[in-house]
């Protein structure tokens, strides 16, 4: 089936510092995109709609001055957290839509996130 | 809006034996339903699909759920379970228009050896 991939797995930086996730369809083009996060032993929460060749759609309560993301290519979306806080660590989740495949939704590996 | 429910936050089973996970949503038209499955520390795995057809969808490791259009609902099934199975199990439809996932609350499925 498709896959979708996301790097890093984990990633641990200090307060204030800027880190990017991506998030690539490995074998299938991707004109929209999804970013969840996911707190210990909850759903996802959606946090914005990437659109390849336009801005990003951001879910209300969602900054997107601190959450930003660039859908540069069909294949890849990446989500840069900016001036990172302890709060914002968490498991952050991408999605694709293979639409050839009647729009069935893939998932990424997940990202771990940790702020120090 | 599609809504999706899953009234089971925790279910446990004795290995080898079957589990039925529930899964209710809200629509009065045709819909997509979707079980994706999330190991510990792991991302979602799709477990199975319904778009259209057949209303009886097998999945890997064994699943199979059922769309059942008058009971609004798409129960995940597994006739025996095993220890690799224990999992977060998620529900999930498309809302209309967009392709914008609504999840259930997601069940936790712990098999007792």
């Known amino acids: 089936g498709a896959v979708v991939s996301q790097h890093p797995s984990w990633v641990i930086c200090k307060s204030g510092t800027s880190v990017k996730i991506e998030c690539r369809s490995l074998?299938?083009?991707?004109?929209?995109m999804f970013w969840y996060r996911q707190f210990p032993k909850q759903s996802l929460m959606l946090m914005a709609t990437s659109n390849e060749g336009s801005k990003a759609t951001y879910e209300q309560g969602v900054e997107k001055d601190k959450f930003l993301i660039n859908h540069a290519s069909l294949t890849l979306s990446t989500l840069t957290v900016t001036s990172a806080h302890p709060e914002d660590s968490s498991f952050y989740i991408c999605s694709a839509t293979n639409r050839v495949e009647g729009n069935t939704i893939y998932f990424g590996e997940g990202s771990w996130l940790t702020v120090v | 809006a599609q809504s999706v429910t899953q009234l089971d936050s925790q279910v446990p089973v004795f290995e080898e034996a079957p589990v039925e996970l529930r899964c209710n949503y809200s629509s009065s038209v045709s819909v997509y339903l979707f079980w994706y499955v999330q190991y510990p520390n792991q991302g979602l795995q799709l477990l199975l699909k319904?778009?259209?057809?057949?209303?009886l969808v097998k999945g890997i490791n064994g699943f199979e759920a059922e769309f059942n259009k008058s009971q609004t609902s798409f129960h995940l099934r597994k006739p025996s379970v095993h220890i690799s199975d224990t999992a977060e199990y998620f529900c999930?439809?498309?809302?209309?228009?967009?392709?914008?996932?609504?999840f259930g609350t997601g069940t936790r499925l712990t098999i007792i050896p």
């Open positions: 319904y778009l259209s057809g057949s209303t």
């Open positions: 074998d299938f083009q991707a004109t929209t």
């Open positions: 999930a439809a498309p809302n209309f228009g967009n392709e914008k996932l609504t």
